[in-house]
Structures are given as C-alpha cells and as structure tokens.
C-alpha cells in the first residue's frame, strides 16, 4: 500500500483515505437503506431503512477510514498493512499518535463550531424583527435551534477540550510517550464526523423541532429528522466513551516515574475527573438514544402517549447534568493550569482544587431534577434544589484556589491569561445567576425565557469556549511550533469579552422582560432588546475570525517557538515544540511538584506584614 | 500469507493497563445495562407476562453457560501458547455462541409480546441491545480463534483472549441477569 501511495499525486495522497471512507460510507447507507427497502417493500426513506443504513454507512466510514487494515485484519492474525501516513497526509487517515488525533479533533470541533455558530448568526437575524421572516417558517426555525444546540453541545463542548487538549495533552503531561490504547484512541475520532453530519443533514428529513434536548412527546410527532438526531447524539457519545476509557487508563498507569498522584498536573485531574462522568454517564443517554430510535421503528411506545414522556426527561438529565461538568472542569483544569504560570506564584490550595473537581463529580449525578421543576411533582423539588446549591461549594473551592493563586501575584496579561480570567469572570455571573434557576420558586418564573438562555451561555460559551481560546493560545507553540500574534491574541480577547457580555446580558434583561425561548415571534415591546443583542452577537461572531487567522496565519509565519515560550514548570512543556512522534527523549523523571512557581525562603508573613519586615521584592528561582 | 508472527512480550504494566481499560469499558456497558433494566421495572412493575417462552430462555441460558467452559479452556490453552488447542476451544464456545444468538432471533421473533405495551418494550429493548453485544462476542471470538490459528499466542502475549473471553463473560452475565429479571421476576 505505502508502495502506491508514494506513486501517487500528493493531494490524491492526502485525500484518498477520507475518500475512500466516504465511498464506503455512501454504499454501505446505500445496501443499508434500499436493502431495508427491498426487504419490507418499502421506501428508502423509512425510518428503519435510515436507520440500518445510518449503522452500514458508519461501519464502512470507519473501515474506509483505515480500520480495515488496522483493526480488521491485525484482528483477525493478519498483518496491520496501514500506512499511518506523514507530514500533513496524518491529519486526514486513521492514525494512533495521540498528538495528532487530538489535532483531529481540534479541527472536527473548530468546524463544527464555526457552523454551529453561523446558524446562531441566522438566528439573530431572525429575532432582529419580532415576526418570522427570515426562515421561511417556524419548523425551519426550531430545527436551527436545535442544530445549533446539539452541534455545539454534543460535537464542540464536549469535544473540543475533553478530545483535543485532552488527547493530545494528557499522555505529554503525565510523560507518557502515547495513550493507553493507541488504536482505540484513534478510532475514536471517527465517530465525530458521521455524528456531526447526521445532525446537519437532518432537515433533508424534515429538521426536528425539539432543540437539543429532544423532549418527548413533541419528539414523537416530528418528522423522520429527529431520527438523525438520535443517530448522531449516539455516534458522538461513543467517541465520548472511548476517548474517557482511554484518558482514564493514561493518567493511571502511563504516569512517569516519581510523578505521584499528588503532583498529577490540574489539567489532568480535571480530565480524570471528567472522563469518569463520561464513562459513567454517556451510557445512560445512549440507552435514552435508543430508545427514542425504537419507539420509531418497531414501534414500542417509551415516550409516546401511552408511555412516560418524563422518563426521556429523567434519562437525558441524568446525563445531561453530568455533561455540564463534563464541560466545564476541563475548562476548570485550565484555568488552573494556565493562572499559576502567568502569575508566578504556587498554585494556591492544590488539593482543595482536587477536592472540589471530584465532589463536583460525585454531586453531578444528583441534581438533574432541576431542569425538570416545573414538569415533577412537588416531592421531587426541595431535595433537588438543595443538592443543586450544595454543588456551587466545591465549585467555590476552585474559585478559591484561583483566587488565591492571583492574590499578590505578579501577574502577565498574556493572551491565555486574559482569556483564562475572562473565563472566570463569565463563568462567575453564569453560575451566579444559575441559583435563580436552582431555587424553586423564581425557576417557576424564569423558566423557557431568554434568561435561561443567558445563563447556560454565560457557563458554556463564555466559561468553557473562552476557556478553550486561553488553552488554543496557551498551547498553540507547543502544537504548532510557532509564537501567535501576541497584539491580534489579545485584541481578540478584548473584543471577544465586551461583545459577549454585551450579548449575553442583554439577554438577562429580555429574559425578565418575558421574552421566550425557542420560539421565533415575540411582542414588539422586545424589539430594541432583541436589536442590540442581535447587533453585538453579530460583532461577538466576527470576533472569531481574528483568533482563525491568527492561528492560521502564524502557523506558517509566525516566529519560531521554543521549547518552554512561557517558563512552565508542567512535563509538556520540557520537550520541543512541537513534540517528537514519541514524545520525551528519555523518560522523564519528576522530582517536584509543577507548580512552586516563585518560591520564596523566606519567614512566614501574616496577611497584613508587619511593616519593619521586608517583603520580598523579586524572583528568588529565577524561573520567570 | 506471511508466516506465523507470535505476539510480542507484553510488560506487566501493559497487561494491567489493559485490565484496567477493559474494566472501564465493561463499567460503562453496565451502566447501559443497569438503566436498560431499572426501565423495565419502571415501565412494568415487578410483572412478567406471561407470553414469555421460558423453556427457551432456559436453554438458551444452557448453552451460553456451557459455552464459558470451552471459553476458559481456551484461556488456559493460550497462557501455555498451545495454540491448536486454544483455537479448538475458541471454535468451540464461538459455536455455542451462535447457537445461543439462534435461540435469541427465534425467541424475538416468535414471542407473542406487544411490543407498545409496557412490558413488551421493556422486553424488546433489553434483548435487541442483548443480541448487539452476542453480535460484537462472536466477532471477537471468531478472530480469537482465527489468530490462535495462525499461531499468534504464546507463553508472554495472551492478552487478547483473556480480554476476549472476559468480554464474553459479561455477554452471558448479562444474559443470565436479563433471563432473570425479564422471564421470572
């Protein structure tokens, strides 16, 4: 095979194997669909055919992918005759260096992101009047909603840190020279793409009305598009399940020698973390998946009128709260990660930050109620509330390792840490104003208005995503070799946060003003309201562009990158840049903690120092 | 064909790491599974119909057990590196296998049960997503046996029929638990 590939063209060289995957995967739904067809006398487009042919397509993207040579036969006692390519050719094939699978996901959830955010831009352009008139009718709408949603839930949120940083990030941190299962790991990211499609391409069956959440009954009376909706939620959880099996397995038995488990790197903690609730709970909403597909196609009767349309709720919650953390710690383990660094001081209670991340977890699984208070009966409200704001307590702890991390500090406003603070601070009004949702009585209020919508953004996009951007520019010398643009980074990351809170708090104020969510026609009292937001989301939009061309652009002009651009103290940064295909030269051996940044040996001072001693003036390790 | 290659020499951290990843991903089946089942109670009480053909349930629950005894066998058989021997067992239980998933296909489709009743859909989706996983065992047992043919095990590098047979394990746990739970209680 390598034989061949070298005859060929290189831009056919690099194609040929998403190609061939995509050939396979159009006859495989093809034999699939029509083979249902033929069978039950049938159309191609019911909803059986779509299914299995939905589950041969995926099969022959994943062979044509490279799992044919590389799983198949080496399966089966053969020899593994895949060519893992190189140079650029790597990014396009089924590959098993992690570095290159994280960048695989990096790219898928980039993409994603950049359609998921232009529907959102279509969207705000409808709301600029208060009657329909830029979809041309309310299904086309509400599937909008729900494609942006789902794409930037289930194929950014959920993908971007947790498979990008995470692959590529965790085994470099742990000093790993890969994961644990290599071709697990790069199989992995072959379920991302089919996930992402089936999304896209379900208004060619009629959209789904349901937004994200896909609630039942209104799920049950959709078109065959919610179908593709289950389809693809499942296919982007089983890429979730295999990268957490295998973040898991690195930071447990990959670790170098001395790097103890009281020293694991906070990035790496929250991943652990976030990869348990991954294995532990993208199973249930698989089974939610499934069912919702069956109640389709046998037909069974889950979440119809004669079944529970509140056990679809339970089982997507149960879920879907853990997804939040599943979210957001990565992003925590960021901050953490990335504050220390620019502040040059030791990160500030460790293990409480530890404590917190596994708490957070632990409660995660127990307050999915409170998405659901105005659907349960009265028993289930109180103990939901309650568990709902015991779980801002760990969170706290993170807030206080933070801050007490940046307290006399001395600070560099670099790129990542603007972004890494600017995190914190949207993060801070999300979770502040989300105890208006967890209390009871002012949900009952609040509930399916534009301040919910306002909240769930200030977490998701203005915590996790500007978190995301602080670790893209944190990162990016290591990944690619090269220094950004240090101007146009933090310009980005000024216009990024004046927009999105022009946005998203402005929405607050609809919110209470009684606008709804999910529905494209509002009173015309909002207009003003929904103009200025409409204005700046189209700003906060363009703003991505900047931070685009920055990467694009330096990462073939930029200057060149040394191995520690930043004097971190963390394993990833003590090889070159980018990393050699194994890695670390030599294992590395860890003999402290990564985080003494500026230590100082000195007497211990109080909080306010007695002013006949001297304080400490500068570095005493030379390390900035 | 090349010829044979055997496995190279696992490390024993390899072969606790590889435990250790095959636990977390039988962890997260049995979260499907735990779900898929705490549904049926939900959707059905604690009844069981009384259309559901026990008698072959029963046997179907036979063979799988009895497939375990030619499946550990060919554990034993690959730690040694006699790899004929274990390639024997592997066809052996392989067989079993799909004579159980026989007896799944006939009980689905000739079991009398609504599926849009309460009890049906609970029935149908545990043993639909059941079969899935008998689906996946016999694949794996199936190349098992076609790598012990080729002679790939030996003495330092079992690993993959141990991780194999032990997913078979978990395939006829959960059907003992699903023959339980759906056919008695």
Redesign the interface.
């Known amino acids: 095979m390598s034989a061949h590939a070298a005859s060929r063209p290189r831009f056919v060289e690099i194609v040929w194997p998403i190609l061939r995957a995509s050939v396979l995967a159009a006859i495989g739904y093809a034999i699939g669909s029509f083979g249902i067809a033929v069978i039950r006398g049938g159309t191609w487009t019911d909803q059986l055919s779509i299914v299995v042919g939905f589950v041969l397509g995926l099969l022959g993207w994943l062979l044509g992918g490279g799992a044919f040579e590389a799983w198949v036969r080496p399966?089966?006692?053969?020899?593994n005759t895949w060519n893992e390519g190189h140079g650029i050719t790597r990014f396009f094939r089924y590959n098993t260096d992690h570095k290159v699978i994280g960048i695989q996901y990096m790219w898928g959830a980039g993409l994603a992101f950049l359609v998921a955010g232009l529907i959102a831009m279509g969207m705000r352009w409808e709301l600029l009047t208060p009657q329909l008139d830029f979809f041309t009718n309310r299904t086309w709408y509400n599937t909008a909603v729900g494609i942006h949603g789902s794409l930037m839930l289930f194929s950014v949120s959920v993908v971007a840190i947790v498979g990008g940083f995470g692959n590529y990030f965790v085994p470099l941190m742990v000093g790993a020279d890969d994961m644990?299962?290599p071709q697990?790991n790069g199989i992995s990211w072959w379920f991302v793409l089919p996930g992402i499609m089936a999304l896209l391409l379900s208004p060619l069956l009629g959209g789904f009305e349901t937004g994200w959440t896909g609630y039942a009954p209104l799920a049950t009376t959709d078109e065959a598009g919610q179908l593709l909706y289950y389809l693809g939620v499942f296919s982007l959880g089983v890429s979730s399940?295999l990268t957490?099996?295998?973040v898991?397995?690195t930071a447990?038995?990959?670790r170098a020698p001395g790097l103890t488990w009281n020293r694991i790197p906070m990035f790496v903690w929250a991943m652990i973390v976030t990869s348990v609730l991954n294995?532990?709970?993208?199973?249930?909403v698989?089974?939610d998946m499934?069912?919702g597909v069956?109640d389709r196609v046998?037909?069974?009767?889950?979440f119809g009128a004669?079944?529970?349309p509140l056990?679809w709720q339970d089982?997507f919650w149960l879920f879907g709260h853990p997804e939040v953390y599943i979210i957001m710690l990565p992003a925590w383990g960021l901050w953490l990660e990335i504050i220390p660094v620019f502040s040059r001081k030791t990160l500030f209670a460790y293990r409480w930050a530890v404590i917190g991340f596994i708490a957070i977890a632990l409660l995660s699984g127990t307050v999915w109620v409170h998405h659901m208070f105005t659907a349960v009966s009265a028993a289930r409200l109180i103990p939901f509330m309650t568990d709902t704001e015991i779980i801002s307590i760990p969170t706290g702890f993170i807030y206080l390792s933070l801050i007490g991390t940046l307290f006399q500090g001395r600070l560099r406003l670099t790129t990542p840490m603007l972004f890494a603070l600017f995190s914190a601070l949207n993060f801070l009004i999300g979770g502040g104003t989300g105890i208006f949702l967890a209390d009871v009585p002012s949900d009952f209020q609040l509930q399916d208005t534009f301040f919910v919508v306002a909240h769930f953004h200030y977490t998701i996009l203005g915590g996790m995503i500007f978190g995301w951007f602080a670790g893209l520019y944190y990162w990016f010398p290591k990944f690619s070799g090269r220094m950004y643009n240090e101007f146009w980074g933090k310009f980005s990351a000024w216009w990024m946060l004046v927009f999105y809170n022009l946005t998203f708090f402005t929405m607050f104020v609809s919110g209470l003003e009684g606008m709804n969510r999910r529905i494209a026609t509002y009173l015309p009292d909002l207009t003003n309201l929904n103009v200025f937001t409409s204005i700046n989301g189209f700003l906060f939009g363009v703003g991505f562009f900047v931070p685009l061309l920055n990467f694009l652009i330096s990462a073939y002009r930029g200057k060149r990158a040394p191995a520690n651009p930043w004097g971190a103290r963390t394993l990833e940064w003590m090889t070159s840049s980018p990393p050699p295909h194994e890695n670390f030269e030599t294992i590395p051996v860890v003999r402290e903690d990564f985080y003494g940044y500026g230590q100082v040996k000195e007497p211990e001072q109080g909080l306010f120092p007695n002013p006949t001693t001297t304080r400490p003036t500068g570095p005493t390790t030379g390390d900035d | 064909m090349s010829a044979p290659v055997t496995y190279e020499k696992l490390s024993a951290r390899q072969v606790r790491m590889y435990w250790g990843g095959l636990w977390l991903i039988l962890l997260g089946e049995a979260m499907i599974f735990v779900t898929v089942f705490a549904v049926r109670f939900l959707m059905a009480q604690a009844t069981v119909s009384p259309d559901v053909n026990r008698l072959l349930g029963g046997l179907i629950t036979l063979v799988f057990l009895l497939s375990l005894v030619p499946a550990q066998g060919a554990v034993r058989e690959a730690r040694q590196g006699r790899n004929d021997l274990a390639g024997r067992s592997l066809g052996i239980a392989n067989l079993m296998g799909i004579l159980a998933f026989a007896g799944v296909i006939v009980d689905v489709v000739t079991v009398k049960l609504d599926p849009g009743s309460r009890f049906g859909e609970s029935y149908f989706l545990a043993t639909g997503y059941h079969a899935l996983h008998i689906v996946v065992g016999i694949i794996v047992l199936s190349a098992l046996w076609s790598s012990a043919r080729r002679g790939r095990f030996n003495i330092n590098n079992h690993w993959s029929v141990e991780g194999g047979v032990m997913f078979w394990k978990f395939v006829v746990l959960m059907w003992v638990l699903l023959y339980v739970i759906y056919f008695w209680i």
């Open positions: 399966w089966f006692g053969h020899e644990v299962f697990v399940l957490g099996v295998n898991i397995g447990v038995y990959m294995v532990m709970w993208v199973p249930v698989g089974v499934m069912m069956m046998v037909p069974t009767a889950f004669k079944g529970f056990l089982l």
